[in-house]
């Protein structure tokens, strides 16, 4: 949304850079780069009916699309009783609109989300509701993760992740997959690299699949996984 209707991919990617620097919180620099979606004008109603409707970006370039391998990765899960929950730095009613377009109102009426919210104010503008607005991230994602921790089984964390939204859930996985990006913005990963937390690197969820079957099933650890993958 930011690239296409707000103040374009370059402000956005510098945005990204100072969060993982230090320079600026998540939280703050998130609601920039939506308060300049505000400011062009584009109502929430219309963001939501744009995402829904965009197969490509403005350069040409394919911008959501699902990741070939996490229908399957998706039904195995169900299939076994595990647990698929979206954890998201974005906004609820802007994640439904993509997820039913892209994995049918059926299982995406399934899949638990923990997200930020909006605020629709009385004069048509909007603004992100943030979960957790006292921390730095907006949405600090170990508040999703660390409870599991307190049950008296508890069960292995997967995590997967993408960009510097997900630092703050990066300590708390028992196994942390980092997707590789083909456009490389990989700043999960250089942020885990720089503070020493074991992740494993994926280009898609096929090649995770059976590292989380192999998990599952008790042929590896979860150790024995990270340092695999980590490797």
Known sequence: MTDNLGFGKEKRRQGNLDILSGKVTFRDEFRTMLES???NGHSFEECKQVLRDMDVDCNGNEDIKLDSGFKEF?????ANDIPVI???SGMAPTIRAVLSNLVGEKDAGE????????DIHADGTWS???RHPSSGYGHDKSQAILPYRELEDPPTLFFFGDGVSDMSAARHADVLFVKEKEYGENDLSVYCTKNGIKHILFSNFSQALPVVQSIVKGEKTAEQALDAGHA
């Open 37 to 39: 979606i505000v400011k």
């Open 74 to 78: 998706y039904a195995w899960c169900k």
């Open 86 to 88: 979206l954890v998201s």
């Open 111 to 118: 899949i638990e989300i923990i997200s930020n919210d909006v």
């Open 128 to 130: 992100i509701k943030f």
